[in-house]
């Protein structure tokens, strides 16, 4: 199976008509052809307007619900899994640290507040470039 292909068939099943989703959280189940919930949950909500569709899901809590079952289950949250990753909301390239600088919405479709209760990183490494100070804007 091609990562990716559940969410974007969950994605077109609601663009017609669908209802409900089966989703899984940490990535259990989707080897198995099941969607991944942060991805469908944020997917509506960033695009709101395309979908026209609401969940009921308090966004605040898919953070929380993500770390309680990497703790039941034993598995570790992949660091660049979407959303819950440790690095899911990390910039270490020049290019992107300098959008994010400029324009967050540049890397950033989203608040990661909204969904992880995290703030944006801007990571110093060798991607990064030559190293300056930061100029105010």
């Given amino acids: ?5 559940a969410t974007a068939n969950t994605m077109a099943g ?12 940490n ?3 989707e080897r198995a052809g099941n969607a991944c919930m942060t991805e469908t949950v944020m997917a509506l909500r960033t695009r709101a307007p395309l979908f ?11 953070w929380r ?13 992949q660091p660049n899994k979407a959303i819950v990753g440790a690095n899911a909301f990390a910039h270490q390239a020049g290019i992107h640290q300098d959008g994010m600088l400029k324009n967050r919405r ?9 969904w992880a209760s995290a703030e944006s990183l801007l990571v110093l490494g060798k991607l990064s470039g030559p ?7």
Avoid: C, H
């Fill in 52 to 62: 026209g569709l609401e969940t009921n899901i308090l966004t605040k809590e898919i």
């Fill in 106 to 114: 540049t890397y950033e479709i989203m608040d990661p507040r909204t």
């Fill in 14 to 25: 609601l663009m017609n008509g669908a209802r409900q989703v089966e989703a899984t959280i």
């Fill in 1 to 5: 199976m091609i990562w990716g292909f």
């Fill in 65 to 77: 619900t993500s770390q309680l079952v990497s703790e039941l289950t034993g598995m570790v949250v």
């Fill in 131 to 137: 190293q300056r100070a930061a100029r105010e804007t």
């Fill in 27 to 29: 990535g259990i189940g």
